[in-house]
């Protein structure tokens, strides 16, 4: 069914300021097992409406190398946006963290591309907290947004924002996270993410490699988040099926911060004082987990794995405090979500 609804405008004024980078280019060598194949086959994500998931890459110290572009995240446009001379309408964004280079970015991304087709971003700080997503959401009805994109903080709790917005016949895209009940998922127009359970697997493979698959590890992980969840499910079972001796015997929550990270680290550290790799469910939490095991003198020690290959933690594997941060594209994940929302409107099918 076409979908025509060009409602009232709200304008809104986002302030973001990143370096833009081109696309990575692949690699020979980056993620190969040891037939010379990359482990890119297996997936987890499971999704009950439409939607796509964009494949990680392995970030190694060989990539960083001879990445020109370290300090930025792949996958970025280097355009400015350009505001419509007549806005089409409001699209409301919410996501977990604004503070966050990640969310940064793509917010910058999505207000281009939307943009550019004539739609005003309202892009709004989630602060990690779900109730205030659902405010948020709240509002984004209120205004009579003609669509939502979301990234849940917590991937149950901002269901009733969800079920509010379907209510309001307002389509919903989730981009990053995805919802975790099943019946709200089905109430999605779609979603764009990640192979979070795929990246979680090159992890896997990149700490039985760096360890030579012995020893004991921790994960320091983020249960509130479907997307990190995924992570460490791939991760383990890559563990699993390849038959690891690895011993994973501390799992403590980072909340995905650089801080706490560190606190959990050290806290890993003084209960297990032999551990021999940790895997961070994001590069923030890596990377605090790195100045913790300096702190214990335990650098030639551990190794530590992170996620995102963030504009930090491709120069932590630069730098060698990271062993791997299988890269995410969040610049594609933006425009993607955007593209989405476009067919949605000209009546396509998703």
């Known amino acids: 069914m076409k979908r025509n609804r060009f409602l009232s405008v709200v304008v809104s004024v986002l302030t973001l300021s990143l370096i833009s980078c081109g696309d990575k280019n692949s690699s020979a060598g980056s993620g190969e097992l040891g037939n010379g194949e990359t482990d890119t086959a297996f997936t987890g994500s499971v999704f009950k409406g439409a939607g796509e998931f964009i494949p990680c890459e392995h970030y190694f110290f060989a990539d960083a190398e001879k990445d020109p572009n370290r300090e930025s995240f792949a996958g970025a446009s280097s355009d400015e946006a350009t505001k419509p001379e007549e806005s089409k309408g409001t699209v409301g964004m919410t996501c ?35 109730a205030l997503q659902n405010t948020q959401i709240d509002e984004f009805i209120t205004q009579k947004c003609d669509a939502i994109f979301l990234n849940p903080a917590d991937s149950k709790a901002t269901g009733s924002g969800v079920r509010a917005a ?8 989730t981009f990053d996270i995805q919802m975790e009940d099943p019946e709200v998922q089905k109430l999605v127009t779609y979603h764009v993410g990640s192979d979070n359970y795929q990246g979680g697997r090159l992890a896997g493979e990149s700490m039985m490699k760096a360890t030579g698959g012995i020893g004991k590890i921790g994960i320091i992980n983020l249960p509130e988040a479907n997307s990190c969840k995924k992570r460490v499910d791939g991760f383990k079972d890559y563990l699993m099926e390849n038959n690891s001796k690895l011993e994973i015997v501390t799992e403590l ?5 650089r801080v706490k990270g560190a606190e959990v680290a050290a806290d890993m550290l003084a209960a297990h004082g032999d551990l021999v790799g940790i895997f961070g469910i994001n590069d923030p939490c890596a990377l605090g987990a790195w100045a913790s095991v300096k702190e214990a003198g335990k650098l030639e020690q551990i190794t530590i794995i992170g996620f995102d290959g963030s504009p930090d933690g491709k120069i932590g594997v630069f730098e060698k405090k990271l062993y791997d941060t299988p890269m ?20 396509d099918e998703l």
């Not at 929550?253 to 911060?257: M, P, Q, V």
Request: charged share 20%; aromatic share 10%; net charge negative.
């Open 328 to 347: 995410q594209f969040p610049g594609q994940m933006a425009t993607k979500t955007v593209e989405a929302f476009l067919r949605y409107v000209a009546g």
């Open 253 to 257: 929550n980072g909340k995905g911060d």
């Open 166 to 173: 379907h209510d309001a016949g307002i389509p919903v895209f």
């Open 96 to 130: 977990m963290n604004l503070n966050n280079p990640f969310f940064q970015l793509i917010a910058q991304e999505m207000e281009k591309a939307a943009s550019a087709a004539g739609y005003t971003l309202k892009a709004m700080d989630g602060k990690g907290d779900a």
